[in-house]
């Protein structure tokens, strides 16, 4: 079961678990830190599902275990139907070719011993397409397809800014032509001037290119201006998925309403009440029983803690799940 | 009127590098009133930090210096004090806390003695009321059991914790300004709330002012009753908060604002953007520092740079020769 349109979506991710063992102590008392715990999603071909959530919710483990770089404890993702979960040598390499990642930070993402072509052209390399004339008439293309002159082909990374060099990581993301990328927090680095360049270009190569597009971001109106569908993560799990539009219409997790709550409005008129959340989030390796929210949440009841609500559709919405045994209530 | 607690003129701080002199702040004047909290804002590198640092003495020199203009806080001339002098102003008078926590503290200390050094440094008090002191404020700023974090280390607690210890730290010797620089960026939104939150209800408490150096638009429109936007080492416009927002005179400010992404009831098909980057600092165009990047630029301004005028009925300055 999933909250998006069974019709053949090009991403599937099924009952997906990540957990890490952790040593504790001088006892090496083994325990567990669940940081992916039973997710799953449906992401259609041109679509953009945005992942929010707090910092160690597990939104970027979950990107990662989705490509395989980092491999899935339990679950199942498929990929055009092909099963990526379980893939390795050879034939993961050859699925590899279908799915990128932008990363967060430019500065850190791009060696900064090489030339912008030589970048921009590993992923045609290591898969072996094409003649090397071939490949550097392709490295200029995508040059040309983020906005970066013909002259960035022979600098190095340091010479540019940081939104220019995460243009840099999206036309290596787009070397490949990819049906699915993963962008995570690909623009939290940036001025909010560039910002905004940034989001755009991604928008409009989403658009030609069809692009499934998995967009992680702590920043609700980030990820509000490129979903089309917007999950929010809490401590491993969604606890609330809804086109983007009708999650800040209507938020129906307390989390959810924490969350929008929570952000500055640049506007010094605006008053509105805000839920403060008390406390912190709880360590994963000690998650509350029941639903993982219910230590912060205003309306956490006895049935909260013996039992973890299940992601199901809202009453009146059959876009909209919300994992909550109180959903909606104020 | 009485006074300005802090008085800002003509300030200029330089760095030289191996390519040459950068003017990282570049005549900035401005004042901050008691109670008052200032906004900071503007991009990386645009001399916002620097500006703050300088408040404190605290600009890396070499091969940072303070090249000219006044500090004035409380009466005081700053610019040009001795390192003994300054150790005396700065956590009494003027303090600072920064964007990450966990780089300002230390890491080999417990928070408790960290803290009690900062008292006894300033204050003729033993250990234990000191000790006690420190406990007091790590309540004031909402640490649980206080007398427990006292013992731990600074890794031993989150990001929002540690902001905390830090503002409890700064605020400890009661100084009468706080420098702020992207105190909650650091953080996650929730917990930024709280943070901020808790700074604007202890800056009251202390009548105390704060300049809050921020990138985040939406920070300053919910803390500050006044804001200074600065722009490749310069103040570009000056004005209350309310008349900043409802009526940017500058393009860049304009530029900013619009840039923002912010919760829409409609979706926008493109987010409005600023394009173009800001000049390399090392080769400053001789007009308008926004010239290139700039809708409504004229041949005249890149002539010579616009001066910071007063311009309105409120309060507000702007350095531009076609304000909106």
């Keep these: ?330 | 009127m009485p006074a300005p607690l802090l008085e800002v003129n003509n300030l200029v701080v330089e760095f030289s590098t191996d390519a040459g002199v950068v003017r990282a702040v570049d005549d900035v004047s401005f004042s901050v009133a008691a109670g008052e909290t200032v906004g900071l804002v503007g991009e990386s590198g645009c001399g916002k930090t620097v500006t703050g640092l300088a408040l404190l003495g605290l600009v890396p020199t070499p091969p940072g210096r303070l090249a000219s203009g006044s500090i004035r806080l409380d009466g005081q001339e700053l610019a040009g004090l001795d390192d003994s002098s300054w150790r005396s102003v700065r956590g009494r008078k003027v303090a600072m806390i920064f964007q990450e926590p966990m780089t300002a503290l230390n890491p080999v200390f417990r928070i408790g003695n960290q803290m009690i050094d900062v008292l006894r440094q300033h204050q003729r008090i033993t250990r234990r009321q000191a000790r006690a002191a420190a406990i007091e404020m790590l309540a004031k700023v909402g640490i649980p059991a206080p007398d427990k974090r006292i013992q731990e280390y600074p890794h031993q607690l989150s990001g929002g914790m540690r902001q905390r210890v830090m503002i409890a730290m700064a605020l400890s010797c009661s100084p009468r300004l706080l420098v702020a620089d992207e105190p909650t960026t650091a953080l996650d939104v929730t917990t930024q709330a709280q943070v901020l939150e808790q700074m604007v209800r202890l800056q009251q408490e202390f009548g105390m002012s704060m300049i809050l150096i921020t990138h985040d638009m939406g920070v300053v429109a919910q803390s500050c009753s006044k804001a200074m936007v600065m722009y490749s080492g310069r103040v570009v416009e000056q004005a209350p908060v309310t008349e900043l927002f409802a009526r940017p005179r500058h393009p860049y400010t304009g530029g900013l604002l619009a840039s923002i992404p912010r919760i829409r009831e409609q979706r926008i098909p493109e987010l409005p953007v600023i394009e173009g980057t800001v000049p390399d600092p090392l080769n400053l165009p001789e007009g308008c520092r926004f010239a290139d990047r700039c809708n409504k630029v004229r041949d005249y301004c890149r002539l010579a740079q616009p001066e910071l005028k007063p311009i309105g009925r409120a309060d507000s300055k702007v350095a531009c020769y076609v304000p909106d």
Aim: proline content about 8%.
């Design chain 1, 1 to 330: 079961m999933s909250p998006t349109d069974p019709a053949k979506p090009l991403l599937q991710v099924r009952d997906l678990h990540k957990h890490f063992p952790v040593s504790r102590g001088w006892l090496r008392k083994r325990a567990v830190l669940k940081a992916v715990a039973g997710v799953n999603l449906d992401i259609a071909a041109g679509e953009t599902l945005g992942l929010v959530g707090e910092s160690g919710c597990g939104k970027s483990t979950l990107g990662r275990a989705i490509l395989q770089l980092q491999k899935p404890t339990s679950g199942e993702v498929r990929l055009a139907g092909e099963l990526l979960s379980g893939l390795s040598g050879p034939a993961l390499k050859r699925a590899r070719r279908r799915m990128q990642i932008i990363f967060q930070d430019p500065f850190a993402s791009l060696s900064p011993r090489r030339t912008v072509a030589q970048i921009v052209r590993e992923p045609l390399d290591v898969h072996r397409i094409g003649t090397p004339a071939e490949r550097r008439e392709r490295v200029e293309y995508l040059l040309q397809t983020v906005g970066m002159r013909s002259n960035a082909l022979n600098r190095y990374p340091h010479e540019f800014s940081g939104g220019q060099r995460q243009r840099i990581g999206i036309a290596r993301a787009l070397a490949l032509e990819p049906d699915f990328i993963v962008a995570d927090e690909p623009v939290s680095a940036l001025d909010v001037s560039v910002q905004s360049q940034v989001l755009n270009l991604l928008a409009k190569l989403q658009d030609e290119h069809g692009i499934a597009l998995l967009f992680i971001s702590h920043d609700l109106a980030v990820i509000q201006h490129v979903s089309d569908t917007i999950a929010v993560m809490y401590l491993g799990r969604i606890v609330e998925q809804a086109p983007a539009m009708e999650i800040y219409r209507s938020p129906q997790h307390p989390y959810t309403r924490a969350l929008l709550s929570a952000i500055p409005v640049p506007d010094p008129r605006n008053n509105r009440h805000r839920i403060v959340l008390e406390g912190e989030v709880p360590s994963p390796l000690n998650p509350p029983s029941g639903c993982a929210f219910r230590s912060r949440c205003p309306l956490a009841a006895a049935v909260c803690a013996e039992q973890e609500p299940a992601l199901q559709p809202t009453v009146n919405d059959q876009q909209h799940w919300v994992a909550c045994h109180f959903p909606g209530a104020e």
